[in-house]
């Protein structure tokens, strides 16, 4: 009978809890509306624009894991699902490319469906507000300002979901990740496999990271470049110089867009604020790619709410060595030159990659004895291994 008593009290002080425990989430894209529903309390969710997933600033490119999770939020997910990608092109400055298939399958989302459905999911269990701009943040309460008016809101609990330029990170005195920039055109386009992503490196396409192309079916892809400056730049280069991309790409363009991503995790709890997302820099430092570790730190915030340092330790738990090798990975986009990635990319052909997860950058750790006694003790080899064991950024 007493353990009947117990639990019932238990059941009754967490109803008590989500009744009473207000939490307030800035941002109505895909890191707010995962939060709301990972979330057991009352939740209202404050979105800038007039509809989730603008400006759209995201290639869409997920792992099937990823996929499947978020599926099992909402069904209705299943609509922004565009194409299925079975392994990558690595283009060598010169144009020569290697063929890789990792461990994991990826699927291409429209991301303005994608975030669309998460929110009509989570307005099931929180109050929406669009086109509600937050102007001030004090302790306990924010000013929005909603259709022209006004209003004051309390809460208990504030979660900053609201991208890269975060007014929550801003206003509560967090420090910013490291932005770099993007350019990236929905265009006409010939793949050399529509379920094949391409990837190019070289000085001509990114000062720091990487240009691509994610067929979105046979006829058209997203390709884009991102870079610390003048993406355009590396852009016209891809499209007009590159002795593959300027063949097959066509003049049929559907849609432009322009964004910034955030590298690096930096500190994203405070008090009873919590950064996540963009906000908060989580991101694959390596690909700039942000679903999957916005969905990871969603349900560990769930898990731990309302303790948000647990929340925090946690997620460096699972996360922490993840970011460092994306880290490292992300760095050789600058070490490298020309000559190097050329060397680099045709030792790849006689690499089994089958281990490596597009999610988890540590799994490169299992190729890396290969990648040894490929190198051999070349000054490519040393700059590598220099670079994996003497430096961590975490």
């Not at 939740?43 to 099992?72: D, N, Q, R, V, W």
């Amino acid at each position: 009978m007493s353990q009947v008593f117990i639990l019932i009290k238990e059941h009754l002080n967490l109803l008590l809890f989500i009744l009473i425990v207000k939490v307030v989430i800035v941002g109505g894209g895909l890191a707010g509306s995962l939060s709301a529903l990972n979330i057991d309390a009352e939740t209202s969710i404050f979105e800038e624009h007039h509809s989730p997933g603008f400006p759209m600033s995201c290639a869409g490119l997920i792992s099937e894991e990823c996929y499947k999770k978020l599926i099992k939020l909402s069904r209705y997910c299943k609509k922004a699902k565009m194409n299925r990608i079975r392994g990558a092109f690595l283009f060598s400055p010169s144009g020569n490319y290697t063929e890789i298939i990792g461990r994991d399958k990826g699927i291409v989302v429209e991301r303005k469906i994608l975030d669309a459905q998460l929110l009509r999911e989570a307005s099931k269990k929180s109050e929406i507000n669009m086109n509600a701009k937050v102007l001030e943040i004090r302790r306990d309460k924010i000013l929005v300002r909603i259709d022209g008016k006004i209003k004051e809101f309390n809460f208990n609990f504030l979660i900053g979901a609201d991208g890269v330029y975060s007014i929550v990170r801003k206003r509560m005195g967090f420090k910013s990740p490291s932005i770099y920039t993007a350019i990236q055109y929905l265009i006409e386009f010939h793949s050399l496999d529509s379920n094949m992503v391409e990837l190019y490196f070289g000085k001509r396409y990114s000062d720091s990271f990487f240009a691509y192309a994610i067929p979105i079916n046979d006829d058209f892809a997203r390709i884009g470049v991102i870079s610390k400056k003048n993406p355009e730049i590396y852009f016209r280069n891809l499209i007009k110089k590159h002795v593959s991309v300027s063949e097959r790409v066509g003049k049929s363009i559907i849609e432009i867009n322009n964004g910034a991503i955030p590298i690096g995790l930096i500190d994203f709890v405070r008090e009873n604020v919590a950064l996540i997302g963009d906000a908060a820099g989580m991101v694959k430092p390596y690909t700039g790619g942000g679903i999957y570790y916005s969905l990871i730190a969603a349900e560990i915030l769930g898990d731990n709410f309302p303790n948000l340092k647990k929340f925090k330790t946690e997620y460096l738990k699972e996360m922490r060595r993840e970011y460092i090798y994306g880290e490292k990975i992300r760095r050789l986009y600058t070490l490298l030159s020309d000559e190097e990635y050329e060397h680099l990319i045709k030792i790849v052909r006689d690499v089994d990659l089958s281990k490596v997860s597009m999610d988890s950058p540590s799994s490169i750790l299992k190729i890396m004895p290969k990648v040894v006694r490929l190198l051999k003790n070349s000054k490519l080899f040393l700059k590598i291994l220099n670079n994996f064991i003497f430096k961590n950024y975490i």
